[in-house]
DNA sequence: CTACTCTTAGTACCTAGTCATAAGATCTCG
DNA sequence: CGAGATCTTATGACTAGGTACTAAGAGTAG
């Protein structure tokens, strides 16, 4: 024996685990044991088929898109909207979002969470950022949740703009405001 | 003919892409057409069988755990810098950067390379944005570089502010200015 | 009517397996 | 040393989800 059969199962799940790509075929050379051994081993360890290795891959895979995508999409969760009157979302202040120094969110994701939500009560296909007024009254920190309140303000149909107010508190605390000139086309 | 066939292979893209892990007979099943015919047609779009394209999203998720964790440290990439006077960074406008229906970069993520700039040509350890005035001249596109330059204009010692003036540029065409209003600690 | 596109059918073959059975090889213990 | 248990290998039948190729029928346009 190259090795023993404990031994062999451990190398097996571990190879695998780092490699779910890996045949069969692949695994018996690696081993040098013949294939029907290696389906032996993962029967007992319950390691299923290539094939179903890779579609869980894929399927996990899939899953956070649906989950990662409209992270991307618009910053915050947005989880309460009336077209063109207003709207509010949260967004957690996680790791990546904060200074290593001091753990403040950077300014940028604070404004990205205004600015999504503005971008969204806009009832339009196309709605684009043209100025933005904005103040930071106090930093937000790691693990902070806050809460973005957006209000239309005014809408000038004849030069396509609408006017945004966005206060995001946290604990109900002001922690930043906006006042943001969205451009929007012309028809509603 | 209960579809075109043009009809059908348009429909058939859009529903491979919404969802790899339809096999020809389901899409047959769904077209009311044969098995064949599915084959045909994914041979003429050059759509690859079930196994390849669940292979080719486990891949997919396989690269990124490497790749997609960290969301930036710095939006853009600083390749000039005098401290608390002028900075420039490059920013390359990608597909995670822009509204898909138009192309056109989210407004944020502009004012998030101007925000990393401001924040990296001041002087100090601790540098948070407190206000911000910024407009956004004319919309960025995708594959768009944009170039930010940051400019400090006032650094008042006793209050802690530095004013830093950033205006982005595509081919020299100014896209966006914003006045930025740093805190910083008081202790240069 | 012919030529052409589109669709369907069928065959042989492929990969990466499962499941079941059988037989040889090796180890352990009494 | 030998019997039984464990381990390993082989073989055959079958599976899903295809590819590649040939052939034939239906419908349509010139």
Redesign the interface.
Known sequence: MRRSKKERQHLLTITINDN??ITDEELAEKFQVSVQTIRLDRLELSIPEL?ER??T??????E?EVR?LPL?EV?GEIIDIELDQSAISIFDVKE??V?K??N?A???HV??QA??LA?AVIND??A?????????IR?VKLNERVIAKARVTKIDENVGRTFVEVKSFVNNELVFTGELEMFRSKNR
Chains 1, 2 share one sequence.
Do not use: Y
Request: aromatic residues 12%; without cysteine.
């Open positions: 779910p790509f094939r890779i579609k891959v894929a399927e996990r895979r899939f956070d990662s991307e910053i990546e979002h200074f120094r001091n403040i950077r300014g940028h404004f990205a600015n999504s971008v296909e196309l684009l950022t043209a100025k933005a007024n904005i103040q930071f930093s």
